[in-house]
T-cell receptor
Framework: AQKITQTQPGMFVQEKEAVTLDCTYDTSDPSYGLFWYKQPSSGEMIFLIYQGSYDQQNATEGRYSLNFQKARKSANLVISASQLGDSAMYFCAMREAKRGAGNMLTFGGGTRLMVKP | DVKVTQSSRYLVKRTGEKVFLECVQDMDHENMFWYRQDPGLGLRLIYFSYDVKMKEKGDIPEGYSVSREKKERFSLILESASTNQTSMYLC??????????????FGDGTRLSIL
């Protein structure tokens, strides 16, 4: 079974609108962390936001917020007020405590977001 | 800022060649990682290292080996390159420690083509 599933291979959003990128995960580990990364066409991976499994509040970082629904095992990324520079691939990733101190991540297949002017 | 530098952005090699991909980080991170990225599959972990000369297999180690002789440098080796190893390769580094919000920091990637 896929550990991280991103069901939207590609999506469009109008500039200045909000957009939600879906991520569901599968783990039996009670301790885990969820990350979102952005990959522009230039190729570098940019860390956006983190949510720990025991965090009581949804994480926020500027225009990025994470809609964390633990019972549904979903960790959707919400980008408010989209900008043209938000056009990129977005990856959801999970770190499980049971994998040890190596800080290994499991990634989803990614969502390509395109912002229309 | 953490800097992870991969030696080549683009590389073209022939089937059967031995290929070296080099990665250097400047933040004294204990952990270093090699991933390959393929469309629709996201990033998949090939190998990681948690200390000099220490390594562990990731999810897809077959056909690859790694070397970490110095803390700042982590090399990925394709012993005998094959066409199915054509891909984007990404190196990353991070601090150690169990579950934490410390992210992995990535290089810009090497797009490798095996002809």
């Amino acid at each position: 079974a896929q550990k991280i599933t991103q069901t939207q291979p590609g999506m469009f959003v109008q500039e200045k609108e909000a957009v939600t990128l879906d991520c569901t995960y599968d783990t039996s580990d009670p301790s885990y962390g969820l990350f979102w990364y952005k990959q522009p066409s230039s190729g570098e991976m940019i860390f956006l936001i983190y949510q720990g499994s025991y965090d009581q509040q949804n994480a926020t970082e500027g225009r990025y917020s994470l809609n964390f629904q633990k019972a549904r095992k979903s960790a959707n990324l919400v980008i408010s007020a989209s900008q043209l520079g938000d056009s990129a691939m977005y990856f959801c990733a999970m770190r499980e405590a049971k994998r040890g101190a190596g800080n290994m991540l499991t990634f989803g297949g990614g969502t390509r977001l395109m912002v229309k002017p | 800022d953490v800097k992870v530098t991969q030696s080549s952005r683009y590389l073209v090699k022939r089937t059967g060649e031995k290929v070296f991909l080099e990665c250097v980080q400047d933040m004294d991170h204990e952990n270093m990682f090699w991933y390959r990225q393929d469309p629709g599959l996201g990033l998949r972990l090939i190998y990681f290292s948690y200390d000099v000369k220490m390594k562990e297999k990731g999810d897809i180690p077959e056909g690859y080996s790694v070397s970490r002789e110095k803390k700042e440098r982590f090399s990925l080796i394709l012993e005998s390159a094959s066409t199915n190893q054509t891909s984007m390769y990404l190196c990353a580094s991070s601090l150690p420690g169990g579950l934490s919000e410390q992210p992995q920091h990535f290089g810009d990637g090497t797009r490798l083509s095996i002809l």
